[in-house]
């Protein structure tokens, strides 16, 4: 999309437009999908072949609520967000936002249901459809709605794929009495992905309210984690839950597998780390150089990631440190993010960012010594993470000055 005719003032409103979508559907869409990791295994078998049309009716039914509301409310919400630029495209949001909600159910039933062949099959061809799709429209129509068209297009062909596998694979029979019980169940981890995704949010705003429009796509193109390493960390952080409910506080299985995961991220961060500031000009164009010296303070992101403390505190239903921890974790990001923005600009938003993520693990880490006993060994192996760790903050220290 950069590398085509689209001009950056309109790649900048696309941008603009995924981010307040996600700011929007990402917190609640999450922690019902999160929940449904939980309250799945608690059912009996003919409940769990009905679970998932359960699950895709209230998905589709919230986001339509949530659609005719950011209708209604457009003003405000643009003015919140500084985007006032999208009011033209912005009943393509509401569309788009029906269409994208309930499709956080793929994966998700996928993995429940240990589908692991399906899972890969349905990951290549829609993530790689959307690939080819977008470079046809970059090289023959190059216009804002264009890309916005492919979205939804793209989303109604997921959609259409999720009904047809849920009508071949899912017992209709949709038991109402369960959804309210379902829905408090969920209203814990969907505060809790709301406090997760604040930091993004907060983030955004910063930059759409004190910097020129024209930096929003350089820092969201920049402002991303190692790729795959948020998705796999987050992933086995649920997973490992029935297995902390099994074996108590003092199983050793969290460090068994963070560890594995480690040895494979952290060289892959070095690499990347010394490589993007040549990357990003390359991919994008020279404008974009910016965008790499943020993704390079965004790898150090892994420091916390590695670390899961909110394993035990979720597993043992602790969510008010949770909560607390968050709160905290965003207070730190906004008043850093006031003060490093001064000293360096864009960098200290991405800077802030990385402490505040620090900051909730630590506190995490503190409460479950304290309560459960639960040292520090448990998370990781202490000596690789110690060498890694090293490398790291050195590597980024090299290449961040010395291409700066």
């Known amino acids: 999309m950069v590398r085509s005719a689209l001009p950056n003032i309109d790649l900048g409103h696309y941008e603009l437009f995924l981010f307040v979508l996600s700011s929007i559907t990402m917190f609640w869409s999450g922690g019902i999908k999160n929940a449904m990791f939980s309250w799945y295994s608690k059912l009996s078998g003919k409940e769990q072949q009905q679970f998932p049309w359960l699950a895709y009716c209230l998905l589709l039914i919230l986001s339509s609520a949530v659609s005719i509301f950011i209708w209604l409310a457009a003003t405000w919400i643009m003015a919140l967000f500084s985007a006032d630029g999208l009011a033209l495209y912005w009943i393509y949001l509401c569309l788009y936002l029906v269409i994208a909600v309930p499709l956080v159910m793929i994966e998700t039933v996928f993995f429940l249901r240990k589908e692991a062949r399906r899972l890969l099959q349905y990951t290549y061809w829609s993530h790689f459809g959307l690939l080819i799709l977008t470079l046809i429209v970059a090289f023959y129509s190059p216009q804002i709605m264009s890309f916005i068209y492919l979205l939804i297009g793209w989303a109604i062909v997921r959609l259409v794929y999720l009904f047809f596998y849920l009508c071949s694979t899912s017992d209709f029979s949709i038991s109402w009495a369960k959804v309210v019980p379902f829905l408090v169940f969920s209203l814990p981890l969907i505060f809790n992905m709301l406090l997760g995704s604040a930091m993004d949010i907060v983030d955004g705003m910063f930059v759409s309210h004190f910097f020129d429009p024209s930096v929003f796509p350089v820092f969201r193109y920049g402002a991303r984690e190692l790729p795959l390493s948020g998705l796999l960390f987050s992933t086995l952080s649920v997973a490992l839950i029935p297995t902390i409910l099994e074996f108590g506080s003092t199983t050793m299985v969290i460090r068994e597998r963070a560890t594995r995961l480690m040895h ?9 780390m010394v490589l993007s500031p040549f990357i990003f000009p390359l991919v994008y164009e020279d404008a974009f150089r910016s965008s790499a010296y943020i993704f390079n303070i965004y790898l150090l992101i892994i420091s916390s990631r590695v670390l899961l403390p909110q394993t035990f505190t979720l597993a043992f239903h602790e969510h008010k440190i949770l909560i607390w921890s968050s709160v ?3 207070l730190v990001n906004v008043g850093l993010s006031f003060w490093w923005m001064q ?8 800077f802030a960012t990385v402490v505040a993520y620090f900051v909730q693990k630590v506190i995490l880490l503190i409460y479950n010594y304290r309560k459960y006993h639960i040292r520090f060994n448990q998370y990781v192996d202490v000596k690789y993470y110690t060498i890694y760790m090293g490398l790291l903050i050195l590597t980024f220290i090299l290449t961040f000055n010395f291409t700066t």
Do not use: D
């Open 264 to 272: 494979f991220l952290f060289p892959f961060s070095l690499v990347l």
């Open 343 to 350: 000293l360096w600009g864009i960098y200290g938003l991405a």
């Open 328 to 330: 905290l974790e965003i």
